[in-house]
């Protein structure tokens, strides 16, 4: 809440896996002693305040469930984003309009391993995103340059509740086998612009 901003002192505030929906309060970047800020896996929306650039952060995670949407601000390298805009927020307005869903599926863009989990060169570099259907997943990869490919699990496989999406940083190696999961390999880590 925008009441936070009094706590004028404070220098760590990690709500990550607490359900909080709405905005992040500009007030916020009133924080001076803000040295960690994490906030990944909620249900925030709306634009992130350009104020949050102005703080110390060391460590700060925004990604995860969250709904960020345009324009980027210009946040410190230690945030980590993972995939948390929408692709458009990274295009000139004046380009082209981004491709439809339908076009971009295709093996010019992923090649489809073995059914199973990705194996990778860097087993902890990636997103987990949960909720997420196969159209989704796929574009929230196509669109990232760091992205080197996905991993798929429908929803009543490893987890009741919902699907998983998990993308890799890492380049993919082979597959484990895992009911329900699908990994596939970005083709020459391919980025739409």
């Known amino acids: 809440p925008p009441e936070t901003s009094k ?15 709405g905005t992040i309060p500009s007030e916020t970047g009133k924080l001076s002693q803000l040295t960690c800020l994490q906030l990944y896996n909620n249900n925030i929306s709306g634009t992130v305040p350009p104020e949050l650039s102005d703080l110390p952060l060391e460590r700060c995670s925004l990604g995860g469930v969250n709904n960020f949407a345009c324009p980027l ?52 570099n990636f997103v987990d995103l949960w909720g997420k259907s ?43 086998p895992v009911a329900g999961a699908v990994c596939f390999r970005k083709s020459l880590r391919v980025h739409v612009h």
Do not use: M, W
Request: include cysteine; charged fraction near 20%; charge should be neutral.
């Open 7 to 21: 706590l004028s002192q404070l220098r760590y505030l990690s709500l990550n896996r607490n359900s909080i929906s």
């Open 73 to 124: 601000p210009t946040l410190p390298d230690v945030c980590t984003l993972n995939s948390i805009y929408p692709p458009e927020c990274n295009r000139d307005p004046a380009e082209t309009p981004l491709p439809a869903v339908s076009s971009l599926v295709g093996p010019a863009h992923f090649t489809r391993l073995k059914t199973g989990a990705c194996r990778t060169d860097n087993e902890g």
């Open 134 to 176: 196969y159209p989704e997943c796929h574009d929230l990869c196509l669109y990232d340059i760091a992205c080197a490919g996905f991993e798929h699990t429908a929803a009543g496989f490893l987890f009741d509740k919902a699907s998983r999406c998990k993308l890799h940083r890492g380049t993919i190696l082979s597959t484990l």
